[in-house]
């Protein structure tokens, strides 16, 4: 809980305006010293646009309304002005440099010196310090690209102690992190607060974390105020409550009613090997199989590193690893996938879990990237794209995905998380698959857009196709599949009918050494 009641900081009647379209209206919030404090709200609300008016991305003169900072009226034109008063900012996406150092990542823009060398000596030992109070048990001089999601957020968190930090902004801190590193790192955050007085805002849409670790929850919907809650041991988060506020609706049940209607096998995987792309020597896949059936959806659950996501890439036309082997069979056929293009061709898709990076083209409009899996098949036998045909397909999914924008000649960089989502499925659905692979649909996405995501899975299953969903949230799993396989280190070590398993057995299994015996894997 806060340590005490005095406040750090007070946003006052906050107004930002883009072109026509007003962002946040009338927004203010209240920090206490010492708090962590939770923004919530659906994808769009104006959440993170509110965390970049304060720390000066959007400066001062771009908005209207005041930012009180330890009783001081703040005027930031830049990030470094909000920096030097304690305030550091850090994104979703994260700002590191994967071909830098740990340690030249902390220091990036906030360099040591003497005279006017870059003092080594003295980054090296503050780097050890604040990497030892993050629990980052690395050597600086790992590069970035070398460690995984979970401590690339740690070396974002000891660079920020480096700037002094008072005020610490996590903007979605673990969309990208299993449950396991989640609660390390907002316990982390606790740690901070007690230890160094350090007060936080975090922006999230895991209820279950911001019921765990928030003293207190803001929550902003259309860029308005709603609501404000404040947590304590005889007040604990009503999540009813709060998704009501968030959504403006209630939403009774998290998961939609889904009767299956299963088919035939539809995608086999037997025996699938891949090494890793810069160590030949190491096995990613270690003679993984499954199958998944025309209606079924089937679930892949396991810790960062189990394999998951290489696995499937590498499936999905080799894109990740070396030396894969190993047999892929489509309505029990037999068939290669040397490229992503042959895999789209036998009717498989794959939707990334980084939609921002190899999902979407951001720059381009949400008609063209809803075409960019199907050009082959709307395009004349000249290999001319029929732009009435694209229309109507791109306005097909735009309206029966309720995606959130007034039209398909939106930039897709545009969009809200959410409806960017909804963009990267509707790109599959138009290729009309027998089989999708959804690789963390709903990571960093509402509660209110993931009903709308769920609803559209079923609606895939529905139609005849074989659905497979990687997702780090249990609780997901077990509400939209049929079945879950689980896989650690590289093997599939079980298989579990979802309405009778549960979050125990499934972690049991995640965490086990021992391979399920190949003829208990196809269920």
Known sequence: MATNGDVILEMRHIVKRFGPVTA???????VKRGQIF???????AGKS????????????GTYEGDIVYNGETCKFKTIRDSEEKGIVIIHQELALVPYMSIQENIFLGNQKKKGIAIDADQQRKIAYDVMKKVGLDENPDTLISNIGVG???????AKALTKNVKLLILDEPTAALNDEDSKNLLDLIDGLRREQGITAIIISHKLNEIAYSADAVQVIRDGHTISHIDIDAEHPLDQDVLIRDMVGRPLTNRYPVHEPHI???????EDWKMHHPLDENRLVAKNVSFNVRAGEI????????????????????RQYGTNASGKIFVEGKEVKFPTVRSAIDHGVAYATED???YGLNLMKTIRENTSLASLKELSNKLGVVDETREKQTAEKYRKEFRTKAPTIEMPAGNLSGGNQQKVVLAKWMATDPKVLILDEPTRGIDVGAKYDIYEIIDQLADSGSAVVVISSELPELLGICDRIYTMSAGQITGVFNAKTTNQEELM???TSPTALPKDQVFA
């Open 151 to 157: 401590k690339q957020q740690l070396v974002e968190i």
């Open 24 to 30: 946040l209206n009338d927004v203010n919030i209240t």
């Open 49 to 60: 646009t509110l965390m970049n008016v304060l720390s000066g991305v959007y400066p001062y």
């Open 38 to 44: 939770s923004i919530c709200g659906e994808n769009g």
């Open 355 to 357: 939609r921002k990076v």
């Open 508 to 510: 049991k299994y995640m």
């Open 263 to 269: 088919g035939k096998e539809m995608f086999r995987v």
């Open 298 to 317: 089937v679930g892949m659950a396991g810790l960062i590193g189990a394999g998951r996501t290489e696995t499937a890439m590498s499936v999905f036309g």
